[in-house]
């Protein structure tokens, strides 16, 4: 039995989700919604449709094109909820930190100084540590990264020499991140859509991209653990040798 929320002409869907009637028509054309139910003379639309509107007002809003909102519904079957499923997947971000806030004070403090030299503030905004908030106060998006510079300023290491091991890893990190998520386009996304987007298979990469997140973290702290050992070995190593030499 159709509800009211099924009896809705083109007008009155217009009205419901703030488009015009004349880009409703334009999104039907471009398959971006199914056709109205017709009866009589009359085309209704649903809750169906105007979930599609919604979903394809937050898909622009986050930069994607309608030809590529197209082909995302087509690789999804039509399924509203998939493809919203694999966009908040292609969105959402890699950390699993919850960013804290942090008085200018509470910033020297830990950074071991009376004073925040506005220079170290400026290059930690530069390298996404820290965001200024323009109340005296600063976000840290990584309280993990903020706890070992803490530690770091604790062993009597500078804050500006911290900022410039910090901008070692970030630059190193960017190309890892780089490999990882070309890895991914060239053996899941490139053959996926070689094939013709098949609808069956997005939830498959969608899923991919999501078991992504955790592989490319633990892969790279299994290498640097790997290589941290290495590393500290071979420098000790030349300096036990050398001061055995030196006796």
């Known amino acids: ?66 030809e590529a909102i197209g082909r995302l519904l087509e690789s999804a079957g039509g399924s509203s909820e998939e493809v919203l499923r694999f966009t908040r997947a292609v969105k959402a971000p890699f950390e699993d930190e919850q960013p804290q806030v942090i008085s200018a004070e509470e910033l020297a403090e830990r950074w071991g100084g009376a004073e925040t030299d506005p220079r170290i503030v400026r290059k930690a905004e530069r390298l996404g540590i820290l965001r200024a908030l323009g109340d005296g106060n600063f976000e840290e998006l990584s309280p993990r990264l903020a706890r070992a510079g803490a530690e770091l300023a604790a062993l009597g290491i500078p804050a500006s020499t911290a900022l410039d091991v910090a901008a070692m890893l970030r630059k190193h990190s960017d190309a890892v991140a780089k490999e990882f998520v070309e890895l ?64």
């Open 1 to 66: 039995m159709a509800t009211d929320a099924d009896q809705l002409t083109i007008d009155e869907l217009a009205r419901r989700t703030g488009m015009t009637v004349r880009n409703i028509r334009a999104h039907q054309s471009r398959g971006l919604l199914p056709p109205p139910e017709v009866r009589g003379r009359t085309g209704f639309y649903g809750a169906e449709h105007a979930s599609r509107i919604e979903l394809i007002r937050e898909l622009q809003v986050d930069g994607f094109k309608l």
């Open 184 to 247: 991914f386009i060239r053996e899941i996304w490139k053959p996926f859509e070689a094939e013709g987007r098949p609808e069956t298979r997005l939830p498959e990469v969608r899923e991919a991209l999501e078991r992504l997140r955790p592989l490319a973290s633990d892969s790279l702290l299994a290498v640097f653990q790997l290589a941290m050992s290495d590393a500290v070995e071979e420098r000790f190593g030349r300096e036990l040798e050398r001061m055995q030499k030196g006796h």
